[in-house]
């Protein structure tokens, strides 16, 4: 896949001393929608800054749509759009003045037609006279959204877009994701709802300290450090693993009255092999009356990867 | 290359922004322009003589237009790029496609556009008080603009460089105001006794407001051409200090 951002070194120290980035290697795929994820303080913000003009990098290099973004900057940064984690915009203007300028300032002809395009796709239609401040938290986010599509961007920043927003809402902002990245929009989105990341991205990279630990396809991730861990609550509880069961990554657990399965790695494989362990179970003779199967989470391989040499 | 369509949207916006409180934009230099000519004008102006050939009442029309112009520009100007970087919505000017030169046009173009409405207005005011003319209205509205392109990016430095409300306040207040009283609106410079004519002249507003009486009345205290000179210095400075402002990104990125 043809790369449209690659970050290459990357380091930021801010002036305190504080290295928010370290040496961050990054490529993003056109087209793609990357997911990227670490705690708070981590480097996200920062990061995306310094692609988008609002940090000084200390060290490393930006390419963006092949340009030295050192160098052509201007050219680049017509292409990326930017919400920002924060909802600052101002609050006296009204949404459809608002949309407007953020249009021309990145240098476009004004078109209402597409401005009305947009602020229809995100519901803002009817609040295009409103003055921002009288919009609820999400709409106002929406505002944001809107001034960053207004130039028609081909890479979208979006810092954190559905902090405080309600569970319809963040269903109906996935759908709005969804749709840009249709119309070929690459989207790399920070996120402390891994469920979210989950959902939409294609690829997930995980900082911490500054630094990229992780990057990989999400099903990759999955398939690498998913995990099925399976409860079986045995009828009678049992003094020490029986032979028959004993090449299973299994566990007895509450003093020998339930066993615990884990294993797998993502794909399905652990459920299939839950299902051959109680097969197992049921020729040894060894009754059981329930069990319960779950599959890791990306969040779960989030919180091992990050609980890792921390 | 310049975009000039990132500058007109900049250029429009502020001018919006000014609008936006057009009320108090009309109706403060109108009331503060005609407290000065009730007490200066009509109850002083009375009792002095006539200044160079003009009358104590035209005399001061210049000066209170640099008055008004400095401080109104200047605050403008810095609230105008302050405020953004207190709210966090610079990041939109910091992410666009624009450098120094859309950036500099369209809040400066805007600045001397409302200069120009701004001095309308006080010539409106003056006019109802005092009979005067114009002897080089083309220099002076050239003047007007030069004046207020140097003093928006003057407050844009200052806007820039604030940290806190405080100190966005206090150059104006202990500098601008001071100096531009002194600076020879209400009286012309060789009434001052010796040695205070001479201090006088390092007092660079004394120049401005010489340079724009210069295209009032034709007279001044200071060569026309040391007005325009001092002026357009202190413009360069200031496009200078803003130029390497960007450049480096001071308290502009972090
Ligand atoms: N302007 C700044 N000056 C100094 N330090 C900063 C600045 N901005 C961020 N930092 C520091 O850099 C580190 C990374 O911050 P950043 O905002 O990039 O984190 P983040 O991953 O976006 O966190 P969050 O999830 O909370 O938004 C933090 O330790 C933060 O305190
Ligand atoms: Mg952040």
Known sequence: ?310 | MLGWRSTWSIYKRELMRFMRTAFQSVLAPVLTTSLYFIVFGAAIGGRMPDLGGVNYGAFIIPGLLMLTLLGETTSNSSFGIYMPRFTGTIYELLSAPVGVGETLIGFVGAAMTKSLILAAIILVTARLFVDYSIAHPLLAVIYIMLVAAAFSLFGFILGIWADNFEKLGIIPMLFLTPLTFLGGTFYSIDMLPKPWDTIALANPIVYLVSGLRWTFYGTADVDIRVSFAITLTFLAACVAVIAYIFKTGWRLRA
Not at chain 1, 34 to 59: D, E, H, M, Q, W
Not at chain 1, 120 to 126: A, F, N, V, Y
Not at chain 1, 195 to 224: C, F, P, Q, S, T
Not at chain 1, 233 to 249: C, D, Q, S, V, W
């Open chain 1, 1 to 310: 896949m043809e790369p449209i951002l690659e970050l290459c070194g990357l380091t930021k120290v801010y002036p305190g001393g504080l290295k928010a980035l370290d040496d961050v290697d990054l490529t993003i795929r056109k087209g793609e929608i990357f997911a990227l994820l670490g705690p708070n303080g981590a480097g996200k913000t920062t990061l995306i800054g310094a692609v988008c003009g609002l940090v000084r990098p200390s060290g490393g290099t930006i390419c963006a749509f092949g340009l030295d973004m050192a160098q052509d900057w201007r050219k680049a940064r017509a292409r990326i759009g930017l919400v920002p984690q924060e909802l600052s915009t101002d609050m006296f203007e009204p949404v459809i003045r608002a949309v407007s300028y953020s249009r021309g300032l990145f240098g476009l002809a004004p078109d209402p037609a597409r401005i009305e395009e947009i602020l229809r796709s995100l519901s803002l239609w009817e609040k295009r006279d409103e003055r921002i401040m009288a919009l609820s938290g999400g709409m106002k986010r929406r505002v944001l959204i809107a001034k960053a599509l207004a130039h028609e961007p081909d890479l979208l920043f979006l810092d954190e877009p559905t902090a405080g927003v309600d569970v319809e809402l963040r269903k109906g902002m996935w759908a709005i994701i969804d749709e840009m990245r249709a119309r070929g929009v690459t989207i790399i989105l920070t996120t402390h709802y891994i469920e979210e990341a989950e959902e939409m991205a294609d690829r997930v990279g995980i900082i911490r300290n500054g630094k990229i630990i992780a990057v990989d396809e999400k099903d990759a991730l999955m398939a690498k450090l998913g995990r099925t861990e399976a409860h079986i609550t045995l009828a009678e509880p049992l003094a020490a693993l029986p032979e028959a069961i004993a090449t299973y990554p299994v566990e007895l657990e509450q003093g020998g009255t339930s066993l615990r399965y884990r294993g797998g790695d993502g794909t399905g494989k652990g459920k299939a092999e839950v299902a051959e362990l109680t097969k197992a179970l049921t020729r040894a003779g060894i009754d059981y009356t329930g069990i319960e199967t779950r599959e890791s989470s990306l969040e779960d391989i989030f919180v091992s990867l990050l609980g890792e040499d921390a």
